[in-house]
Structure formats: C-alpha cells, structure tokens
C-alpha cells in the first residue's frame, strides 16, 4: 500500500503541477503522456476491492458524408488502429448490401457487437467487434436512424423514421443468428392517432428502462413527442404517449445511473435568418410510472442535441449543435452543475471513457448529410476529446484525408471498454 500511496502522490503532484502551468499559460490541451499516467494509475488500482472495470478501451467514431460511410476506430492513446469502409467492403464481396450513411452506433452489453443504422440504406449492420467483421446486414425500412440492444442482448430494436415503425431484430449471439422479429406500427396505435394524426411525426432515438420492460422512443426530425413502448409484451405497444405541447423530446435520450430517471431532449435549430440566442429544452421521467417530473428550457445554448450521462458521478453532458457548447446537470438534484463553454464546431453525439475522465463528442462537417444546415455545419469533421476534470479540449481528432474533409461528416460515436 505504501508503494501505491507513493504512486498516487507522485501523479497528483505531477498532476496539479501540469494544471497550475495551463492556468499561466493560458493552455487548453493535455498531452498523450499524461493519459498514459492516468491508465497507468488506474491499474495500480485493480484489485482494490472496486468492482470489475475495463482494462482498455477504442473509440469508433462513424463517418457518413457523401460516399465515405466508415466506422474509424481508435486506441485509447488516440492512434487509429482500424478503418471499416463499407463502400469497400461491397465492392470486396465482403458484404451484399449498401451500406450508406452510417448514423448511429450502439454496443451490447458485453461490447463483443455492434450494430451501425444507416437511414439512407435503411439497414443494421451488425459487426463482430474483435475483428471487426460485418456478420450481417439487415434491412429494416427507410430511415432507419436508430438500433440498440436491449440490456439482456435477446434483441435489437430499431427506429425508422420514413416507415413510422419501431422493428425488433431477435438476437441469437451464441450462434451470431439474427431475424426480424416483432414490428410496432406507430401509425396504427389509438394513442399515436390522439397525438400525433396532425403531426409528421415519427421514432428518432430510443433508450430502455433498466429492467429493459419498456423503450422511450422520441419523435422527430423536428416535429418533437415521446412514446413509451411496452417491448416485452406479445405485441409491443404505445403504453404512454406525450404530445409536442407536453414533451418537444426529438434528439438525445439518458438514463441515470440508479434507472429511477429517463432524461430527453429538444433541439430547436430556429430559422437561418433569424437564429435564436438559446432554444432547447430537456425533461425528466420518473421510469417507475412515465411521468414526467421536470422540464426545462435553460440549455445556455442554441439546438439542445446530443446527451449521455457520465459513468463517473451522477453528471448529465448535454451539447449545443448550434452554439458549439453545452451544460452539465446534477441527475440527483436536476440542476445544471457546469457549463461546458466550447466542446468543438457543431458538436452531436457524446460518450464517455469508462473511467469518466474524457469525454468524446463528434463533431460535423462542412456539408452535413442530417439536421438543419445553419447549425448542424461544422468546420473539423471528426471528434473532440474533452478532459472532464477541466472541461476542456485535450485533442481534436479528424481522420478523413485532406481530400474527403469536405465531403466528411461524423455523427455517431460509441467508446467500447476492453476487460
């Protein structure tokens, strides 16, 4: 123990002395050796009676501008290790489908899958993440903008927006086996005609209780809305319903780390000739019973988007697209703890190491292929990497060549430890 108090010292000393020379220096940035210091010291800690935690982790960041569609896939020390081009894998035979666009990325609960949605193909591509293989390509319907795992890893759920449907893909993991399953047809569910007949509407995102019983679906592109789906029953259905005059929910979803509170958000891009100064609004849901506890209408920025909550302490990150910064939320208190005065141009979608210390955020490119161009054009297509500690930038991150960087745009991003 002497030795690893002694460890600790020398780090914190090495730490607040790096710190105090940024404060007179004016720097923002951190160095690769100090997130070597800072993995070293974590592993000091192992055995320590904390739980099991990761030993590694990679960033899979996806690009889906124009003719590019590629997951680029980094080490924890910010080397790119992989590249997955789908574009090359079809033109290979590696895959029979198109894969397009690629927009969202989620992990199961062991990180040994992914699965990728592409709304411009309309398909799930399901990659085997220690090689890198795509094992399966699943059409599920156009726009198809959003799939995830369910926390027991039996199925994947699916949000397409040009279809208004919510489709399940049963998972078979141990024999890599995957099918269409269940499908919810929003459009036929009597609570979906009380709120949403009148509006174009239709499912963006989604996250599940922790019991995974029940999928919180927002709505969009922009008409905003939120639907509770009840995914475990023989035929899925809407089990509570909140219209756009109650819930203007249409990007990011969170769950807090305890699950007793779903956290939703509203992006509000305005108009390009008269931009606002601040829109956004973010709600709280007591999961025990769906109803909404808590709303609110300060995001201290413009185009409330991306959302996730670190796995460190009870802290809710949520972005700007339109204002290039964002906020910080106490989950216990609901109250905004921190502002997060510039994470990168256009920020999007955020995840987090799984020691909490950096935050990821990608960030859009010169002509981005989703949301509305005066906010969601960015100048550094890739992602940035901020030290939670101090909010700040430690790396900017953008691995298109030269020549794609205006044909780049990164929109999902996934962090998948490594035991």
């Known amino acids: 123990m002497t030795k690893f108090n002694d460890q600790k010292k020398a780090f914190g000393s090495y730490l607040i002395a790096l710190v105090a020379m940024c404060i007179l220096q004016g720097c923002e940035l951190i160095t690769k050796d100090l997130i070597s210091l800072q993995k070293k010291d974590d592993k000091s800690n192992r055995g320590m009676g904390q739980g099991p935690f990761a030993k590694d982790y990679e960033i899979w960041a996806l690009d889906q501008g124009v003719n590019l569609s590629r997951i680029h896939i980094f080490n924890s020390g910010l080397t790119e290790t992989c590249v997955i081009d789908f574009p090359a894998l079809l033109s290979e035979g590696e895959i029979v489908d198109a894969v397009t666009m690629p927009h969202m990325i989620e992990f199961n609960s062991t990180h040994e899958y992914a699965v990728v949605a592409s709304p411009a193909s309309g398909n799930v591509a399901i990659i085997r993440t220690q090689d890198r293989k795509v094992i399966k390509v699943i059409f599920t319907g156009a726009g198809a903008h959003m799939a995830s795992f369910t926390p027991d890893d039996k199925s994947i759920w699916v949000a397409n927006i040009g279809t208004v449907t919510f489709i399940e893909i049963t998972a078979d993991l141990a024999n890599e086996s995957f099918a269409i399953g269940r499908e919810l047809n929003l459009l036929e569910q009597q609570e979906w005609k009380d709120n949403f007949e009148d509006v174009r509407a239709a499912p963006v995102c989604h996250l599940y209780t922790a019991d995974g019983k029940y999928a919180y679906v927002t709505l969009g592109p922009g008409a905003g809305g939120l639907v509770v789906v009840d995914i475990q029953a023989p035929e899925p259905k809407i089990v509570k319903a909140f219209s756009r005059d109650e819930v203007k929910a249409n990007c990011g979803l969170a769950l807090s780390q305890d699950g007793k509170k779903m956290y939703a958000n509203w992006g509000d891009p305005g108009s390009a000739l008269n931009p606002p100064t601040e829109s956004g609004e973010w709600y709280v ?135």
């Open 285 to 419: 849901f007591d999961t025990s019973n769906h109803t909404l506890i808590k709303s609110s209408s300060e995001t201290r920025g413009v185009d409330a988007h991306g959302a996730r909550v670190s796995p460190k302490g009870p802290w809710l990150w949520q972005v700007n697209r339109g204002s290039d910064n964002g906020i910080i939320i106490n989950t216990m208190t609901d109250k905004i703890v921190h502002n997060l005065d510039f994470v990168g141009s256009s920020p999007d979608i955020i995840d987090f190491s799984p020691d909490g210390k950096f935050a990821f955020i990608t960030l859009r490119g010169p002509n981005p292929r989703s949301g509305a161009a005066h906010v969601a054009t960015g100048t550094t297509p890739g992602f940035s990497v901020i030290n939670t500690s101090n909010r700040k930038i430690a790396a900017l991150i953008q691995p298109a060549p030269v020549k794609d960087l205006q044909a780049s745009d990164f929109h999902g991003i996934g962090v998948r430890p490594i035991y």
